[in-house]
C-alpha cells in the first residue's frame, strides 16, 4: 500500500525536470502505467490509491502554476480527471484479469489433478495397490495427508454387507511428513458402522469439516484420536466414501495442516471426483479378485490334489497361475495308474483364461482319466479326446447370441504318455503340445524327438505314436508352454534354458522342479506354468514272471501249477486258492473264445497282477446269466474274486487282466 502511495510520488518528481519538454498527457500516460503496474499486484485497493496519488501528484508538479493543487485551464483539468478516471479503470480491469487467471490456474491444477487421477489409479486390479495410488496422486496437490480404510471383504473379494458393522483396515496412507499421528497400515481389522462410518454426509456425498478445532462430529468418522490430531497441527479435514454401485467399500480422509489453506467449499467436488475414481477401480479389483478366486478353486478342485500312489516312476509336480486380468487359465497335468504296473502321464492346456477355460479343462481331464481307463494306446485316445472336443466346439456356436460373450470356439492342446516298468518302454502322442525334455541317468537332458499333431479340435489329421525304451533313473520333464515361451525370449531360447537348468544335479525332484521355476518363471508370470517331472523305475525280473500257454484246455491244470508254484517262491502262499481260481477262469476263456499264442504272466507289485494274453481282438463284457444258462459265469466269479480286473487292447490282441491285494505283513 505504501508504495501505492510514494510510487506515483517518486516517478512525478522525476518528471518535473522535463515537464515544459513535452505535453502533459504524455506525463499523465506515464503515471496511467505507473497505476497500472501498481495494480496488476492484484490488489483492488492499492490501485484505488495509486490512481488517486497519481491524479494529486500531477496536478501539485506537472501542470501551472506548480507546486499548487490548482488547474488554470480546462484542458488541464480534463486531462488529471481522465487520469484519475482510466487509472481507476486500468486498476480494476487488473485486477480482475489476475483474479481470472487465479481462477484459470486452479481450474488447470484441478484438471490437471483429476486427469493424473484418471491414469494413476486403477492401473493394476489390486484394491491395496489401488488405495496407495489414490493416496500418492492427492498429497501435495490437494491433501497434506490422506488416509484409507477398505472393508476386509473387499479385499478378499466378498460383496459389502448391506447394513450392520464390518471389518475395516488400513490400507494406505501418504503425507508431506513421515511424522503423523494417523494410524499406520495394516493392523488388527476394526469394527465399524457400514452406514455412518462411510456415508460421510447424510447423503453419502464427501463431508468437510474447515476448522477441527470448532467441531467434534468429525472425530466419529475417523479412527485417530482427537488430541493428538490437534496437536500435531491438523487444520481441516475432508471425508468421502468410496462408493460403487451401491455399495460403501469404504472410507478416503484428506487431511490439511496449519501451514496450508483450509479446505472450502470448492474443495468437495474434487475430492468426490477423487474417491469415485478410486472407487470404481477399487471395485473393479475386487470382483476380479472373487473371480479369480472361484477360477483358482475350481482349478485346484478339479487338478489332482494327491499324485497316486505307484511304483512305475517318482513324480513331482508344480503349478503356478498366471499373474494376468484374465485371471487362470487351463492347463492341467496328471497321473494315471494303469494295468500291469504302468502308468499315464498327462499333460494339456485349453487356450484362454477364466472360469470358462477352467471348465473346459475340467472336461478334458475327465475325458483323458474315461479313457485311459479303456487302456487305448496314446494316439487313439488323443483320436476320441479330438473328437470330443469339435462336439464341445460345436456346442458353442449353438448357444444362442444373449449367451455369446461366455462362449468362443475350444482350442487345447495334449500330450498323452505311457510308461511300462516292466518293459521300461514309453509310448506318447503329442496333439499340438511340446514335447517332453529327457535327462538321462548321466544327467543329461535333451528335447525329445517325435512327431507332434495339431491342436485339440482340428479333426481330420491322425495323431502319431513316438515310442522309445528308457533306462531305469531317466526323467521325464512334461510342461506346459507358458514355462517356456515369455516376452523377452523365444521358445527355442526357453526350450534351451529349460534343458541347462534340468541338467543340474539335484537330490530330489521336487528340488529340480524348484530349480526350474527359478531359472525359467517370471515373477509375474504371463500364462499358466506345469510342470510335471517323472523319475523312471524298473520292476526287476524276480518279480515278474510268465509262461505260453498252448491251444489245449488240459493244459490249465499246468497253467493253475505254475502260477502256484510261483506264489510259493514269493511267499503269498494266502493268495494261492482264489489265484488258482482266477487263472484257471481266464487260461480256459483264452483257449475257449481266444487265439494262439496264449500267455500267462504274474507280477509282483503294489498288488498281484495276473494277465492272460490271447491274439484275439474280441473284448468279453461281463454280463447277467440267467438261471439256465451253461457260460458267461467265468467273468463274474474274476469280478467278485479280484480287487480290481479289466481288459486292454495291445497290437496283438487282447489283455486280460484282474488284481488282488496283497497280505498285510506285520
Not at 488400513?170 to 513421515?178: P, S, T, Y
Not at 493392523?187 to 462410518?197: E, K, N, S, T, V
Not at 477399487?282 to 487338478?303: C, G, H, P, S, V
Not at 440267467?626 to 490282441?653: I, K, M
Request: with cysteine; aromatic share 6%; net charge negative.
Amino acid at each position: 500500500m505504501a508504495f501505492a502511495l510514494v510510487g506515483p510520488l517518486i516517478v512525478s518528481l522525476l518528471l518535473v525536470p522535463f515537464r515544459t519538454a513535452f505535453p502533459r498527457t504524455d506525463s499523465a500516460l506515464v503515471l496511467v502505467a505507473v497505476v497500472v503496474a501498481v495494480a496488476a499486484l492484484g490488489y483492488r485497493s492499492a490501485g484505488v490509491v495509486a490512481a488517486l496519488s497519481a491524479t494529486l501528484w500531477f496536478d501539485f508538479f506537472l501542470t501551472r502554476p506548480w507546486r499548487a493543487l490548482s488547474v488554470t485551464s480546462a484542458q488541464e483539468a480534463w486531462t488529471a480527471a481522465l487520469l484519475l478516471a482510466i487509472g481507476l479503470a486500468v486498476s480494476e480491469l487488473a485486477v480482475r484479469a489476475l483474479s481470472q487467471r487465479d481462477r484459470a490456474r486452479s481450474a488447470h491444477d484441478r484438471l490437471k489433478l483429476l486427469h493424473d487421477a484418471g491414469t494413476a489409479i486403477g492401473a493394476t486390479l489390486d484394491a491395496e495397490r489401488t488405495a496407495q495410488e489414490l493416496a500418492q496422486v492427492a498429497v501435495g496437490r490437494f491433501a497434506d495427508f490422506v488416509t484409507v480404510d477398505l472393508a476386509v471383504c473387499v479385499l478378499t473379494g466378498e460383496e459389502m454387507p448391506s447394513e450392520g458393522v464390518t471389518h475395516v483396515r488400513r490400507v494406505a496412507v501418504a503425507g508431506v511428513r513421515r511424522d503423523h499421528p494417523l494410524l499406520p497400515v495394516g493392523g488388527p481389522p476394526r469394527l465399524a458402522l457400514c452406514d455412518p462410518l462411510a456415508r460421510g454426509s447424510p447423503c453419502g456425498r464427501a463431508r468437510i469439516e474447515p476448522d477441527l478445532r470448532a467441531c467434534v462430529d468429525w472425530q466419529a468418522l475417523v479412527p485417530e484420536p482427537a488430541g493428538a490430531v490437534l496437536e500435531h497441527g491438523m487444520r481441516s479435514l475432508i471425508t468421502a466414501p468410496l462408493r460403487a454401485r451401491g455399495s460403501v467399500l469404504g472410507m478416503v480422509a484428506f487431511w490439511r495442516t496449519q501451514d496450508t489453506r483450509p479446505f472450502t467449499d470448492s474443495d468437495l467436488s474434487d475430492a468426490g471426483e477423487l474417491a469415485a475414481k478410486a472407487a470404481a477401480a477399487i471395485d473393479n479389483a475386487r470382483r476380479y479378485t472373487r473371480e479369480r478366486a472361484t477360477a483358482l478353486a475350481l482349478q485346484r478342485n478339479l487338478l489332482p490334489r494327491h499324485l497316486p500312489q505307484q511304483t512305475a516312476v517318482d513324480v513331482a509336480s508344480r503349478y503356478l497361475p498366471a499373474d494376468s486380468r484374465a485371471g487362470v487359465g487351463g492347463d492341467w497335468f496328471d497321473v494315471i495308474p494303469l494295468s500291469g504296473s504302468r502308468v499315464a502321464l498327462v499333460v494339456g492346456d485349453v487356450v484362454g483364461h477364466g472360469i470358462n477355460a477352467s471348465a473346459t479343462m475340467g472336461r478334458l481331464r475327465t475325458a483323458v482319466r474315461t479313457l485311459a481307463d479303456v487302456d487305448l494306446p496314446p494316439d487313439e485316445l488323443l483320436t476320441y479326446l479330438d473328437d470330443l472336443v469339435i462336439h464341445l466346439t460345436d456346442d458353442e456356436q449353438d448357444t444362442p447370441e444373449e449367451d455369446t460373450d461366455t462362449t468362443g470356439g475350444v482350442g487345447a492342446t495334449c500330450l498323452y504318455a505311457v510308461y511300462d516298468p516292466v518293459a521300461r518302454h514309453c509310448a506318447l502322442a503329442s496333439a499340438g503340445h511340446p514335447l517332453p525334455v529327457l535327462v538321462t541317468p548321466g544327467g543329461r537332458a535333451d528335447l525329445m524327438c517325435g512327431f507332434t499333431g495339431p491342436p485339440l479340435g482340428v479333426g481330420g489329421l491322425p495323431f502319431e505314436t513316438t515310442e522309445l525304451d528308457l533306462a531305469e533313473g531317466s526323467t521325464l520333464a512334461l510342461y506346459s508352454d507358458g514355462l517356456v515361451r515369455a516376452s523377452d525370449r523365444d521358445i527355442d531360447a526357453g526350450l534351451t534354458k529349460l534343458c541347462d537348468a534340468l541338467s543340474v544335479p539335484d537330490a530330489s525332484l521336487n528340488t529340480a522342479c524348484d530349480t526350474v521355476l527359478r531359472t525359467l518363471a517370471a515373477d509375474r508370470p504371463a500364462d499358466d506354468i506345469t510342470l510335471l517331472l517323472a523319475r523312471t523305475r524298473a520292476l526287476t525280473p524276480d518279480r515278474v514272471a510268465g509262461w505260453d500257454i498252448a491251444d489245449d484246455p488240459a493244459l490249465v491244470i499246468q497253467a493253475r501249477k505254475l502260477a502256484v508254484e510261483q506264489l510259493d517262491a514269493w511267499g503269498l502262499w494266502d493268495l494261492t486258492f482264489i489265484t488258482e481260481l482266477l487263472v484257471s477262469e481266464l487260461v480256459t476263456n483264452a483257449i475257449r473264445y481266444g487265439a494262439v499264442p496264449i500267455h500267462l504272466r504274474l507280477i509282483r507289485d503294489r498288488k498281484l497282477i495276473i494277465e492272460v494274453s490271447d491274439a484275439s481282438s474280441t473284448t468279453p463284457h461281463l454280463r447277467r446269466t440267467l438261471a439256465y444258462d451253461e457260460g458267461g459265469r467265468g467273468l463274474v466269479l474274476v469280478a467278485q474274486l479280484s480287487h480290481n480286473w479289466g481288459t486292454r487292447q495291445t497290437t496283438a490282441g487282447k489283455t486280460i487282466w484282474c488284481e488282488q491285494k496283497l497280505p498285510v505283513t506285520e
